[in-house]
């Protein structure tokens, strides 16, 4: 082949490489700032706006949360201006605060009939007018905003109304406002959840803590007054113990702790025991060190060790031993307590444990309720017992748990 025709192919296929070289680069480009399609797009930015709206939403609908939110939903309902009301009256107007007057209007409609409401005014037609508030036939008094209104129900109950504005109240603005006014009510409901939760937490440590004082109390004081005159120097480590005992569990630092703080609790109370007891008593630990720093239901150890004693071991004229271990199983920690006491039925385990009632076992119970209600029923209490053969109890913790991360303090 002639050079010049050389020449003309290498040229050529230089070009065609230098083509697909720049088309590779511009594809490259896009796909770092590409957030994907249209679609992906918009569900991106709904779900983001409707995260940053339910933070606020929790504490319902009155003071500076319906304030904020309000924001995010006008944005998300891509209204001229959004209202948010309770059963007072109008808590919240982003957009255009003169409309407040015409919202509240708006808004004690929906909340006296619990129905959607619109004010479309004369030049909507027929079928819009159905909707239309009583008294309102004209439209409002700016004379270009038409309005939407929808309940907020939170169980069952009327609680307030979302009041969207816009040139023209169309179709798709009254179901997604419709939609958005349930979704409040539904973050509504999961805050009211939430503060019942802990209001559960604080009740049953209330119980455990009464359950604790008038059992508990009367035999450490009257271990401690036996050494008082034979050995008073264990009975001065002994009182030591009991104040360390009392602080820890009358304490009022939250519903979390670390299983070290615990387990320092757990050995003040042992101490006691130990005293009780005297020879009758063994206790091992079995304790990984990477376990420690594990973030634990406040007084959710102890109780499992004293139900090992004053129910496994004390109706064993021989006593017994108690073995606490916890290791490191992957995501979660698992935290045992073993006892060689007398066990009991499986079926009253059951029993003890769905009974409503009094029971003396209202610590084991107790645990049981808290760790399901914060980690959920799968993370509930294991316990192997028979008549005769002990009882072993198995707590497994989320090592993972952002929502009580500030929890992570050590007692003073």
Request: charged share 25%; hydrophobic share 45%.
């Amino acid at each position: 082949m002639p050079d010049a025709a050389l020449l003309a192919v290498a040229a050529f296929a230089l070009g065609i490489a230098v083509t697909l070289l720049a088309q590779l680069i511009r594809r490259q480009a896009r796909g770092v700032g590409d957030l994907g399609s249209d679609a992906e797009r918009a569900t991106f930015r709904t779900l983001s706006l409707a995260s940053r709206a339910a933070v606020h939403l929790r504490g319902g609908l009155d003071g500076e949360g319906a304030h904020r939110a309000s924001r995010y939903l006008r944005t998300l309902l891509g209204s001229e201006a959004i209202a948010v009301a309770d059963r007072t009256g109008v808590v919240s107007i982003d957009g255009r605060g003169e409309l407040s007057a015409v919202a509240a209007r708006v808004a004690a409609s929906v909340i006296d009939t619990g129905q959607r409401q619109l004010l479309t005014g004369r030049s909507a037609g027929a079928d819009a007018r159905r909707e239309t508030l009583a008294g309102d036939e004209e439209a409002p008094s700016d004379g270009a905003l038409q309005a939407v209104g929808a309940p907020v129900f939170v169980n069952g109950r009327v609680v307030g109304a979302i009041v969207a504005f816009a040139n023209r109240v169309q179709a798709p603005l009254v179901r997604a406002t419709t939609e958005v006014a349930a979704w409040c009510g539904a973050q509504i409901e999961l805050g009211e959840l939430e503060t019942s939760r802990a209001a559960l937490a604080e009740a049953e440590l209330r119980a455990l803590r009464a359950q604790i004082s008038p059992h508990f109390i009367y035999n450490a004081l009257s271990v401690i007054a036996s050494y008082t005159s034979t050995d008073p120097e264990r009975a001065r480590d002994l009182l030591l113990d009991f104040a360390d005992f009392i602080r820890y569990t009358l304490r009022s630092q939250g519903e979390f702790t670390t299983l070290a703080d615990e387990l320092t609790s757990v050995h003040s109370y042992v101490e006691l025991e130990r005293a009780r007891f005297e020879e009758r008593l063994s206790v091992t630990l079995r304790i990984e060190p990477e376990t420690l720093a594990t973030v634990i239901p406040f007084l959710s150890l102890q109780p499992l060790v004293e139900n090992a004693i004053r129910h496994g071991l004390e109706p064993r004229e021989a006593g017994g031993t108690v073995v606490i271990a916890a290791r490191d199983d992957g995501t979660h920690t698992e935290i045992t307590v073993d006892d060689d006491g007398v066990g009991m039925r499986p079926s009253a385990l059951r029993a003890l444990l769905t009974a409503g009632g009094r029971t003396d076992h209202i610590g084991l119970r107790n645990v049981d309720a808290r760790v399901r209600s914060i980690y959920g029923d799968d993370h509930a209490l294991v316990i192997e017992t028979n008549e005769g053969a002990g009882t072993m109890v198995r707590m497994r913790i989320p090592k993972s748990q952002p929502f009580n991360e500030t929890e992570r303090t050590a007692v003073p």
